[in-house]
């Protein structure tokens, strides 16, 4: 049995919105997601967010809701999407992810809990 | 038992380098459990430490070690049901091999090193599976405390077995990538040893010879990596110097200074041959230009003869693989020997931005100020270098600068002001 990831895929939207080839990048983005999925690697697709300025954050203020627009933490780079895959192990995740097109993105790689192990 | 004399912590220190990776990558191979493996083999060494000094060390170290090893994990997991699989892999371990054929510490090394695990970890995690030191002697070594040191390690092993950090050698095309980890590690395991080896540091432990100890390991392990060997040559060239490093009093004595004729030439020749051996491997890298540079310094007879243009040479190159403003500012030194101080200066004060928390920085451009007798600039940026050290050597050379003011009335330069030593590391 394999280990899962997410894979948090975090940019800055604003550059990467800004940069007028951004619509032909998808191209080899998609490309990445079919190789992958014909391989049986992916568990879940997974979303592409929207950008963060349409983010709303709900946190707790002495046991109160506060509801405040914006990411949970203000920064240029934002997770910007996130998919699961199912590989061997931490080796084969950051290969996968060393392969993703998009030089301007930085991926996050977090294991998922395994709520069969012990101790969960 | 080896007769009936007591051992020493030297003799002791020596036999579990020489067994304590070995231990315990058999027993990480056997089990499928570096995590455990490492915390057995722990255990065998800080029972060793009690018996060892008393009794002397056993005619078979690495088989004792595993034997305690051994025994003391089968008490841990009968306590723990859960591991039962792990109990009879435990039972079933031939502690008569302790294997060496083929060599599994290669596969430690790189798991500890593994990229996804922090600097200070892969260091402290190496020291204590690999080379068979204790998580006291680790700490003291990096003066940290031993619960921060020890939490170090119980982090990074449980992200090994959480993240699914496999243990196993990398692939070919990962190779180059992950040998350069292994290297960062231990050439900062060097300079801590370098660094903070001097008259007043009481240590018991020399981490420079663990350093070069190590890389020759990895040499023997994976032979004819270019930058393996370069690093090897790099740390046996600083070694050669170390001892003119300082004088009678402690204190430290310059690159132009010291005396020649007590280097250890022969070292350096082994060090040149090792230069030689790796420029055959591949366009010169990182460190076997770093590596250049020192051999440079050291087979230059006097510091007169010093062939500065080999050496700006060699820092051009060094900048293009490693752009870094370290490099630059290095280079700026070799380049004030060649092009003049004014070309010197003027390099240095474009890297003033990227490097004003670099006491080298202010350090160097105090020395360049000094020779065009702009003295109360160069006073200045002394300070500012002295505010940046917490290096008592340096220290020490700065205050001497900001007292003297490092020149004479007339505002030109004395030779006789002491500079700081800047080559790496």
Request: proline letters at 4%.
């Amino acid at each position: 049995m394999g280990q899962k990831y997410v894979l948090m895929f975090v940019r800055d939207d604003e550059a990467f919105l800004a940069d007028p080839a951004h619509d032909h990048r998808y191209e080899s983005i998609n490309q990445w997601f079919m190789d992958l999925g014909q391989q049986g690697k992916i568990v879940e697709t997974g979303s592409e967010l929207q950008p963060a300025h349409n983010a709303t954050t709900v946190r707790w203020s002495g046991g109160n809701p506060l509801v405040t627009d914006g990411p949970f933490m203000e920064s240029k780079e934002t997770v910007a999407g996130f998919t699961t895959i199912e590989v061997s192990d931490l080796d084969e995740a950051i290969a996968i992810a060393k392969r993703w097109p998009a030089k301007d993105h930085a991926i996050e790689i977090r294991p998922v809990v395994d709520f069969e192990m012990d101790g969960h | 038992m080896s007769g009936d004399t007591s051992a020493t912590l030297e003799a002791i220190s020596a036999a579990f380098r020489d067994e304590a990776g070995a231990v315990c990558a058999s027993l990480t191979r056997q089990l499928g459990d570096l995590d455990l493996a490492e915390d057995l083999v722990q255990d065998a060494i800080v029972i060793a430490l009690q018996r060892w000094p008393r009794d002397g060390v056993p005619d078979r170290p690495g088989a004792w070690l595993l034997q305690t090893a051994r025994h003391r994990g089968i008490d841990r997991l009968r306590r723990e049901a859960r591991y039962r699989d792990k109990l009879q892999a435990l039972s079933a371990v031939n502690v008569e091999q302790v294997s060496r054929e083929p060599d599994e510490r290669l596969r430690l090394i790189f798991t500890c090193c593994h990229p996804a695990i922090a600097r200070e970890a892969q260091i402290a995690l190496t020291l204590r599976a690999v080379m068979g030191m204790t998580t006291a002697e680790i700490a003291r070594a990096f003066l940290v405390s031993e619960t921060t040191m020890g939490q170090r390690i119980v982090r990074a092993k449980r992200k090994i077995v959480e993240a699914h950090i496999p243990y196993r050698m990398p692939a070919r095309e990962e190779l180059p990538e992950r040998v350069g980890e292994v290297l960062a590690m231990l050439y900062l395991v060097y300079n801590e040893g370098f660094l903070s080896s001097g008259p007043d540091r009481a240590t018991s432990r020399d981490l420079s010879a663990d350093a070069i100890w190590l890389c020759e390991l990895v040499n023997a392990l994976l032979p004819d990596q270019q930058e393996v060997l370069a690093l090897l040559a790099l740390m046996k060239l600083h070694e050669a110097r170390r001892a003119s490093r300082f004088d009678s009093r402690g204190s430290v004595v310059l690159l132009q200074d010291q005396d020649r004729a007590v280097w250890d030439h022969a070292a350096i020749a082994d060090a040149n041959a090792l230069l030689e051996r790796a420029r055959r491997l591949g366009a010169p890298g990182p460190y076997w230009l770093q590596a250049a540079i020192a051999a440079c310094h050291a087979d230059a007879a006097t510091y007169a003869e010093t062939d500065w243009a080999q050496i700006l040479a060699l820092y051009n190159a060094l900048t293009r693989v490693m752009p870094s403003p370290v490099v630059r500012l290095n280079r700026a030194i070799a380049l004030r020997h060649v092009a003049g101080a004014a070309s010197a200066l003027e390099e240095v004060e474009a890297l003033s931005v990227d490097l004003d928390r670099y006491h080298l920085l202010h350090a160097t451009r105090a020395e360049l100020l000094r020779e065009f007798g702009r003295i109360d600039e160069a006073r200045e940026a002394d300070r500012r270098a002295f505010e940046l050290t917490n290096n008592p050597a340096e220290r020490e050379v700065l205050l001497r600068r900001i007292r003297d003011g490092g020149a004479t009335r007339d505002g030109s330069a004395d030779a006789a002001a002491p500079r700081l030593a800047r080559e790496p590391p």
